[in-house]
């Protein structure tokens, strides 16, 4: 069997990934600016590393599938360096920042990042669906 056989279930195993990953970091991202001990359990903890690590073998696979490099397609290197930001801000928004302001702007520039590589994933555009406003 050719692994594109599979890509149906591959791309819809990402996407249901994708809405998990973020539902759970919206949902624990909050709890933190609450003041809530849960979104730093090791049980929300290792949720989320077992999404996020299903999540990348999701994407990798499709690049597999669809022979994409992520260097060399603009909207794919466009997404990739977002979510290297979106980690960034995401360990800020959840326990590096030491205020509960600064948390607040990093969760609020993380849940950008993750909205805009969404955008960019839907559009296969570098700009997301900022494209459509210089149409």
Known sequence: MALAEFYPAIKASHVGLVMLSGTLFTARGLGVLLGGAW????????????????????????????????????????????????????????????????KAVAFAVALLCFGAMVAIARTHDPLGFLRFLGA
């Open 39 to 102: 979104p730093l359990a090791p049980l929300a903890r290792r949720g989320s590393q077992v999404i996020d690590t299903a999540l990348l073998a999701a994407a990798l696979l499709l690049l597999a599938t669809l022979h994409l490099n992520p260097f060399t397609t603009p909207w794919l290197a466009t997404k990739l360096g977002l979510l290297v930001a979106y980690i960034g801000f995401g360990t800020f928004a959840l326990k590096r920042a030491s205020t509960r302001a600064g």
